[in-house]
């Protein structure tokens, strides 16, 4: 009896969807229509958002709106800026964390956060997690892979 309930717990658990990440997928935005300036200028507010939100208890998100922002900001700077993970890294979490630092960081920031998912919804982002999760980590798996395919070709790394 033990080894066929052990059998079904087994099979039980390799029925549950599998995600490597843990975490949950949303609808993402059409962020295409957004380039040069203007996709700089809303990637600081989006990762800014990212930060402020994760250590500012009175601004928390929820997890579908923590992945509707990062990675709206992965699109922005991967696909509409080309950038590579350590100029993103540098010119975007690098200030982000600077301004965290100060101390008035939360109230200054804070109020920011909700009205920059509200754009992203706009844009046809979604608070509510997708029905199926395990095609959509499969979708974000060749996303990343096709970033890093074409991380082999030499870009700009910020544009002005």
């Not at 920031?109 to 009205?115: E, I, K, N, S, T």
Request: with cysteine; net charge negative.
């Amino acid at each position: 009896m033990k080894r066929l309930l052990a059998i079904l717990a087994t099979s039980l658990v390799l029925t549950i969807p599998v995600l490597a990440d843990g975490k949950i997928y949303v609808q993402l935005p059409d962020l295409s229509d957004i380039s040069g300036a203007e996709a700089e200028k809303f990637l600081g507010e989006v990762v800014l958002a990212n930060v402020i939100s994760s250590n500012c208890p009175d601004f928390a998100v929820t997890d579908e709106e923590w992945s509707l922002l990062t990675d709206s900001a992965d699109i922005l700077a991967r696909e509409q800026l080309g950038l590579s993970v350590d100029d993103y890294d540098s010119q975007y979490y690098g200030p982000a964390f600077a301004a965290l630092d100060k101390a008035d960081a939360c109230a200054t920031h804070g109020p920011d956060v909700q009205p920059v998912i509200d754009r992203l919804i706009e844009l046809g982002g979604s608070r509510e997690a997708l029905p199926d999760q395990d095609a959509a980590y499969q979708a974000e798996q060749a996303r990343q892979a096709s970033w890093d395919a074409g991380a082999q070709t030499p870009r700009k790394t910020k544009t002005k």
